[in-house]
């Protein structure tokens, strides 16, 4: 039997009056990559931050697992497995691409999963076992040959890439990627989108929610669309239906 995975049931957020988030209700599915799209305000960030906790929703739940998670602080969201990308990428600019990854598998989650990145150096000679972790997610991100070099050398492109491979070091099931493939040329766009399909491929346990904008992103990877406007779900469906739909193109493509 398939696991339940992420559900949200009429989950709301206003900030100054505004309905941002409207009572929004969506499953997220293990084994499949879902894409969140909608135009520039619709509220899609806005939702990422009430599942991860950096927003606490006026209303509504959110379930994993069976576990109520709505209004729990980030550090606990993470731990129920819950990982996140955000739409400004975040790496440890003065550590190198190792030492990223290696802040990560370290964490393994745990309750204040920056804490490592102060011990971090000299953290190869003392434990194999990360280092050969590391080198595995390295692998697994194309970023090997990269491995001695201060992410802050790295362009914008593998920056993301690192990023993306740090979640998957620090073992969250569920990764919430905010508009992985932005700014990127199209030679790292398919990098990414590799990656992605890797994830699932190699472990149907994973849920993968990707906000995006480049349609054929989300036609190349996504399984099923979430298509959210003005802080509403307004249509959601195999991505085939949701980007064939006449009002979700005249609204958003402007087709
Ligand atoms: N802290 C805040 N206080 C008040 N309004 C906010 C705040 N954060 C976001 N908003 C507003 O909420 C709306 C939704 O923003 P959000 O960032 O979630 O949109 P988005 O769908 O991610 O857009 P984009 O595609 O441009 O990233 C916008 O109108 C934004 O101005
Ligand atoms: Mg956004």
Redesign the pocket.
């Known amino acids: 039997m398939r696991t339940e995975g992420l559900k949200i049931k009429n989950l709301s957020k206003a900030?100054?009056g505004?309905k941002?988030v409207d009572r929004v209700t969506a499953t997220f599915l293990p084994g499949r990559i879902t894409a969140l799209v909608?135009p520039?305000?619709?509220?899609?960030?806005?939702l990422f931050h009430l599942i991860t906790g950096e927003l606490k929703p006026d209303m509504g739940e959110i379930f994993y697992r069976k576990k109520k998670i709505a209004g729990l602080p980030p550090y606990k969201v993470a731990r129920n497995g819950i990982g996140r990308l955000f739409?400004d990428v975040r790496v440890f600019e003065n550590l190198t691409v190792f030492e990223n990854v290696a802040s990560a598998c370290y964490s393994e989650r745990s309750e204040t999963p920056w804490f490592p990145f102060l011990h971090i150096k000299g953290l190869r000679s003392f434990n194999r076992d990360i280092a050969d972790r590391v080198m595995f997610w390295l692998e697994f991100g194309g970023l090997a040959d990269l491995k001695d070099t201060p992410a802050s050398s790295l362009s914008y492109g593998q920056q993301k890439i690192l990023a993306i491979t740090r979640i998957m070091a620090a073992g969250f099931s569920i990764l919430l990627l905010d508009e992985p493939t932005a700014g990127l040329n199209p030679v790292m766009i398919k990098r990414v989108l590799n990656i992605l399909k890797k994830i699932i491929k190699e472990d149907k346990s994973k849920t993968i929610v990707l906000?995006e904008?480049n349609m054929s992103v989300v036609t190349e990877v996504a399984d099923w669309v979430y298509f959210?406007n003005e802080g509403r779900i307004s249509f959601f469906g195999r991505t085939d239906h949701v980007l064939g739909d006449q009002e979700v193109r005249e609204i958003y493509l402007g087709l």
């Open positions: 900030m100054n505004l941002i909608g520039n305000g619709a509220g899609k960030t806005t739409q906000v904008h959210m």
